[in-house]
């Protein structure tokens, strides 16, 4: 195993190893390296699409479609907009691009990493989307994990980094979730 450089103290060694196992596959297949690029940066708009139509137009009661509206409004507010953004200001660790001084497949910003802010989105609206429809729930589930792997295979997140945001996105979800029951 390389020797983790100095920078990076305070990550532990299984997060650098998985990071390292992953990231290793970057940047030696263009075919892979855009499918990574598309799921890291790009299938979010698929989800968004997805949720705009079941709820739009498959949900036909306009009070479930504000109580789940309002579900995922509000926990994308208390998961991305405030648990995230207050963790990154007490704790802003440093994306593995910048600690590693690897090229990302991905432009980014010098910003915290720790959580992901796409995970604490994405992975509420994937909950929602459950919400709405099981079979289509499964599907954006699989598809906010795969962007999660997709962000740390093109350098812009560590493992915990995910994990810390799907967490905090559940968390948030099922707090909102039993303030606001959805209609059946």
Known sequence: MKNIPQASKDMNSFDYSLFQLINSLAHRNKIIDWLAV???????????????????????????????????????ILSRGLITEIIRFFYARPRPFAVLNISPLINHNFTASFPSGHMAFYFVLALTIFLLNKKWGWFSVSGVILMGLARIFTGLHWPTDILGGILIAIFSYFLVKKIIPSKR
């Open 38 to 76: 598309f799921f890291a940066d790009y299938s979010q708009y698929l989800l968004i699409i997805i949720a705009i139509f079941l709820l739009l137009l498959k949900e036909k009661d306009w009070r479930r479609r504000i109580s789940i509206g309002s579900v995922f409004a509000l926990s994308a």
